[in-house]
């Protein structure tokens, strides 16, 4: 039984990246529902979310101090007669209008009063009854953002497809949303196949392996704001993995992770070329996971505006399967959660020993980034391959290493993968 289609399409890193997000870039947002604001950090928003009035809604203090008009202060020490007091939460109206030779006592986020043009920190002055000695000359506007200088009234905080992270869930408080429309989490159906796979509540015998791949996935899964569904496993056996890959087809996005390989008993491509699917790469030069597999299937899917079911094929080895998530699946489930595009980017550490490798692929090992303040470093985790769940688990990124260079020397700086 042959193991691959025949037309097998091996792509660089970044043209199976890009060929990914071309696809994601067509998918239909999901249906939406509403959530309380507290429970929304990690959803994505779906509903624009704009500004009610003015940010700031009055021209507002930074600073505790006195409001002043700036050209009182040409010659300093000045000593100016402070007519009144606005803390926060009062308004500017109360005091009189000012006149020249004037300021009032201010307190931070308080409204400025009318006829001042700036703020003249509590540090530069001295009190003396009702009158103070200012010893700073202040700048026209110092210490004031004036009304609606961080956001007019009507204009557009949040859109659609933006994933709320904290500073997301303040504009939207800021506006006085306790409920947010969200998308819908895709379900994500995982399918683990191979025969000596067994579920975690087995006892495994010799030869056996527990079923890691299903969990890992689930987590990332999770994280990248998903549902999974988790089916049993599939055995090596062509009928059985069919039954299983339609039952996930039921789904916004199938995983199958294990028998994409070029052995005689990795039958996942031979079943979905069966099964009239289209393929968009079936290898990329990577390691770990060049076997990762991408493409789409129609036959069994419920009809759907787009193409059918994308599905990934994903190489059974634990570390390749969480690495091809991270670097193919994350960006197609984003789209399928309704999420805006993102690139993918790498930040840069300097490497603290030497690194040689064989060229030709471009390698994602596990790596500790440690060091404190300006002072980051990383260093590959010795590990086993990419069966080596252990040492995974001890990394906290991946060291990314273009194809072209097999001798890093410690010192040189890196691409990271933060994860
Ligand atoms: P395969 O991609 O099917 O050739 O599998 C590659 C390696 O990954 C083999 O050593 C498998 O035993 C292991 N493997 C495959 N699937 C899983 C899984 N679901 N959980 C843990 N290890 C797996
Ligand atoms: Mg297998």
Same mark, same amino acid.
């Given at each position: ?38 429970? *929304? ?43 009144? #007091? ?36 509590? #540090? ?41 992270? *904290?500073?997301?869930?303040?504009l939207a ?110 290898? *990329? ?6 076997p990762v ?116 020397? *410690?010192?040189?700086?890196i691409a990271?993968?933060?994860?």
């Open positions: 039984m042959p193991a691959a289609p025949a037309d097998a399409k091996i792509l660089t890193f970044e043209n199976a990246r890009r060929t990914v997000e071309e696809h994601a870039a067509r998918v239909q947002p999901p249906a939406t529902e509403l959530v309380d604001l507290v429970d *929304a950090p990690g959803r994505v928003v779906a509903e624009p979310v704009t500004a009610d009035r003015d940010f700031p809604p009055f021209p507002r203090t930074t600073r505790d101090g006195y409001a002043v008009r700036s050209t009182d202060l040409s010659q300093i020490p000045a000593t100016l007669k402070v007519i009144g #007091e606005i803390k926060a939460g009062e308004q500017a109206d109360r005091i009189s209008p000012i006149v020249p030779g004037q300021a009032v006592s201010i307190m931070t986020g308080a409204p400025v009063p009318a006829g001042t043009d700036a703020v003249v920190m509590v #540090e530069y002055t001295s009190r003396r009854g009702d009158l103070v000695v200012i010893t700073r000359q202040p700048t026209p506007g110092e210490n004031i953002v004036p009304r609606g200088a961080e956001a007019r009234q009507g204009s557009l905080l949040l859109d659609r497809g933006q994933r709320l992270n *904290a500073p997301a869930v303040a408080a800021s506006v006085g949303k306790s409920r947010l429309r969200v998308y819908r989490r895709p379900r994500v159906a995982v399918l683990a196949t191979g025969d000596e796979i067994v579920d975690i509540s087995s006892s495994p015998g010799p030869a056996q392996i527990r079923n890691s791949n299903t969990y890992s996935l689930a987590a990332q899964i999770r994280e990248a704001g998903g549902e999974p569904l988790l089916l049993p496993i599939a055995p090596d056996e062509p009928h059985a993995l069919r039954r299983l890959i339609e039952q996930g087809l039921d789904s916004d996005l199938l995983l199958i992770t294990g028998g994409v390989s070029m052995g005689r008993y990795d039958l996942v491509e031979h079943v979905l070329s069966e099964m009239q699917a289209e393929f968009f790469f079936t290898g *990329a030069q990577i390691q770990p996971g060049r597999v991408f493409g789409s299937c129609g036959a069994g899917a419920p009809a759907r505006e787009r193409s059918g079911l994308y599905f990934f094929g994903l190489p059974g080895n634990p570390v390749s399967t969480m690495v091809t998530f991270d670097l193919f699946v994350a960006p197609m489930l984003a789209a399928l959660a309704g999420a805006s595009p993102r690139k993918l980017m790498f930040l840069h550490a300097r490497l603290k020993s030497d690194i040689r490798v064989k060229s030709g692929l471009k390698r994602f090992l596990p790596a500790i980034l440690t060091g404190e303040f300006e002072n980051s470093s990383v260093e590959l985790v010795p590990w086993q391959g990419s069966g080596d769940i252990a040492a995974t688990a001890r990394a906290n990124c991946y060291v990314v290493i273009p194809p072209g260079r097999a001798q890093i020397p *410690a010192g040189d700086w990271v993968m933060p994860r």
